[in-house]
């Protein structure tokens, strides 16, 4: 991650959700055209009925990843239902590697 001036590429973030709502944030970003990312995993529930002993949940608790031109659309996505803020340093979103989300993906 690095931290520079509002980009006009398009790049990752990392977007912090209010509590339970990554898939309501997710929905509202696509809505946008915005390209999504939201990794999940497969948890295994020792203390449910046999009949549903795996879950999916968010590898990130109250995280996804969007790809988008911060320069054009930072302010929109800080207000879209579902997102909390946009991870930053200071005032500037910080993007994520794309090296990160391949590795992640």
């Known amino acids: 991650m690095h931290s520079e001036p509002l980009s006009g590429d398009l790049a990752w973030y990392a977007i912090h ?4 709502q990554e898939s309501r944030a997710t929905e509202n970003l696509r809505a946008w055209m915005v390209e999504t990312f939201s990794p999940k995993i497969k948890v295994r529930r020792s203390n449910q009925p046999k009949r549903t002993p795996n879950a999916v949940s968010h590898l990130y608790p ?44």
């Open 17 to 20: 959700t209010r509590p339970n």
């Open 62 to 105: 109250s995280y996804i990843f969007a790809r988008f031109n911060a320069a054009n659309l930072f302010h929109k996505i800080q207000f879209t239902r579902g997102v909390n803020r946009v991870v930053s340093f200071g005032a500037v979103p910080t993007p994520v590697d794309d090296r990160i989300i391949d590795i992640i993906k």
